[in-house]
């Protein structure tokens, strides 16, 4: 009961009330935009393409929560500004102006998100105008869409211009609320975004699988399957939490009468350092074939045939790609040689370690080590489900990719909603005998 009570102190803090308001009426203007189909296009025959479809375009509709086969204002989802992050991440290797932006502390993050949305809106230029041209493909016979109908009603340049408006413009407004969650709201808004969309097709798929078994359920196949999605969940919270935690020590220095330093702290290295990012890319490269398929391109039908979803050479590329991008990821977003430059500077030091090059060196080799189990969960975590849906044959529509971002997401949101009540001396959501959440000390 202590965490029913815990919940109980949200209510009575108002600013976390208004902030938790505000958060769940920017998601439902969200939802019900997804809704909202683009002018020109007949949204019951793209419904019918992107079911008969298993390659990015069933990714994408799967994180934009159905818009893409709705063809809504938001078909576009928030993946142009994740991309656009990556890229200004990957920028900060090759350019030194990034790297000088990283560096100069809030000035240079509000740069470098003002960047981001610049980037966001050309890429999602680029991509309304590619969607655009393939839905009037799909009025052509030759790629397959014509069995189902017209997608487009009237073709041509005005359609094209329509839509890439239309869709750029649903995309800033995703960002826009985005932000706006995550300084008026309970923070994460991306996040929370992408959380919702993928949660708005839990009842679709039991829907699916009730449908497909006409009323006849297997209580023991639900039961097996429901228990191994639940070590899969716990799995994941014990690794989004699980760091390691290297000791560093502040030298003592005496300004005037007082003496400052001499304390001892610590930097925590997190298990999974690439969080989500490698499982969307590995989807999205193993998902490509498939969509170049789907426009006739020589040789792409059989590459993907090759690639079926849930059969044992895509799970091992999969977990392969999985692995090689959480290092590469890993590599991207923390430079060993910068913190230890930062830990010099500051008069910081690991114990039984020298600063400079063999802090740097230490800490790439702890780093490496996690990293390996760090990638080895995240790859076992996006390929069993797969394995255990096409097993036990229950049509899961999620698999560990999907199943990351939502634990993920709601632990985050969860540790938001605690800070809001320790920093006004409540006890947190756990409560006050049960055990807290990392980071919390009694």
Known sequence: MAVFAGFSNVTKIPELRRRIAFTLVILAIYR???FITTPGVDRAVMRSVIKSSEGLLGLFNLFSGGALENLSIFALGIMPYISASIIMQLLGMVSKQVEELRKEGEAGRRKLDQWTRYGTIVLSLFQSFGIAMYLEGLNNQDLGGGRFGDVVAEPGWGFRLLTVITLTTGTCLIMWMGERITESGIGNGISLIIFASIVSGVPASIGNYWASQAGNIQPLTIGVFLGILLICVATVVFFERAQRRVPIQYARRQVGRRVYGGQSAHLPLKVNMASMIPPIFASSLLMFPATLASFNIPGMSAFSGALNRGDWVFNTLFGGL????????????????DVADNLK???????GIRPGKQTADYLDRVLTRITVGGSIYVATICVLPSVVS??????????GTSLMIVVGVALETVNQIEAHLITRSYEGLTGPRATKLSGRKR
């Open 345 to 351: 500077k500051q008069q910081a030091n690991i114990p």
């Open 32 to 34: 019900v935009g997804v």
């Open 322 to 337: 999985c692995i090689f991008f959480c290092f590469f990821y890993t590599a991207v977003t923390f430079q060993p040689v």
């Open 390 to 399: 096409v097993a036990l044959r229950v049509p899961f529509q999620f698999g």
